[in-house]
């Protein structure tokens, strides 16, 4: 193959996986792991609210599946480091709260599909979501869940973009959901590159996920404008869906 041009990249003489957290001061960790677990718990405790106020999924539905398989295999059946298992079991009971909600209202965003089916299809993507989080973070040795949060977020922030195109309105979100997500995935993503400064696949992941937030924070705007809806009113306001739109 000496015809090829010389490749431009050499390929890292350790693998990144292999190479465990830095060193940081104890404070410093917790000035941006604090912002990181207020910003989702915000977001969660916001979209239950707003679920239970617009009878339409605060989260997207199939993520808050995916989302539940990530911490309860991350808690119950896989080997994490103490003090991840016990930030995991509490998000646990936050997001048997959402799943519970995605199962009674989740449906009213695939009219088309049987409501039997899609309580069915969430209970695939369950399964199937918790054998794949346990695979990974066993591939890549992540016992603090540091990869798989990071991958996961990416399609996370992407699918409530696809939510509001598919809804055709601001039902079931708000700009505060929506802030509060952007601090959290802002603050885990930094708390990430903290830790792990040398692991190259986050300096993909985690742009990619605040530039997603930033997209539906701007999206989610507009559209509650031309719904005649104030975006940064303090009290919860029911969201009118457009005729046709299934409900």
């Known amino acids: 193959m000496d015809w090829l041009p010389p490749f431009l990249i050499p390929m890292s003489d350790i693998a990144p996986v292999t190479r465990g957290p830095a060193d940081v001061p104890r404070w410093l960790f917790w000035a941006l792991a604090g912002p990181t677990a207020a910003g989702w718990v915000a977001t969660y405790l916001l979209a239950i609210r707003q679920t239970a106020l617009d009878g339409r999924t605060g989260v997207p539905a199939y993520l808050v ?65 918790s054998l794949l989080v346990m695979a990974s973070a ?11 949060g990071m991958a996961l977020n990416v399609p996370l922030s992407a699918a409530f973009i696809l939510m509001l195109k598919r809804r055709g309105s601001s039902a079931g979100q708000s700009m505060h959901i929506a802030t509060a997500k952007f601090v959290g995935s802002s603050f885990a993503g930094a708390t990430g590159l903290l830790l792990y400064p040398h692991r190259v696949l986050f300096l993909v992941l985690i742009p990619t996920m605040v530039a997603l937030d930033v997209a539906y924070l701007v999206l989610l705007r507009r559209r ?19 005729s046709g739109v299934g409900r």
């Open 65 to 129: 599946a995916v989302n539940f398989a990530w911490e309860f295999s991350l808690t119950f059946l896989l080997e994490q480091t103490p003090t991840q298992r016990g930030i995991n079991a509490a998000w646990v009971v936050i997001d048997a709260v959402l799943l519970f909600q995605v199962f009674r209202h989740g449906g009213r965003d695939y009219p088309a599909m049987p409501a039997r089916a899609f309580r069915w299809s969430l209970v695939g993507v369950l399964v199937w979501s």
């Open 138 to 148: 066993n591939e890549f040795h992540d016992r603090d869940g540091m990869y798989i």
């Open 224 to 242: 509650m404008r031309a719904e005649g809806r104030r975006p940064w009113s303090v009290h919860a306001h029911r969201a009118l869906v457009p």
